[in-house]
């Protein structure tokens, strides 16, 4: 199942070669968003510039998977 939510970035964590973990004021889940994503730079931008900004980002997770992030818009 793919899922898609409207979410307002808490806190962004680099994890260096093991990705990036996120945490969202929505939910009390750490969210992972792996170094292998061929987008894993842009992502991270985004949500980096989006906690910076206050704003929300919709968020698409990995399919079969319940705090994998996919991409973000």
């Known amino acids: 199942m793919n899922d ?3 979410m307002t970035i808490a806190r ?3 994890r260096g070669e093991d990705g990036a973990e996120v945490i969202f004021l929505e ?3 750490f969210y992972r968003l792996p170094r292998e994503n061929p987008d894993f730079d842009s992502i ?3 949500l980096k510039n989006a906690q910076a900004n206050g704003r929300s980002v919709r968020v698409n997770l990995a399919p079969d998977s ?3 992030i996919e991409s973000v818009e």
């Open 12 to 14: 962004v964590f680099d």
């Open 27 to 29: 939910s009390a889940m």
């Open 44 to 46: 991270l931008a985004v």
């Open 66 to 68: 319940d705090n994998i």
């Open 4 to 6: 898609s939510q409207v």
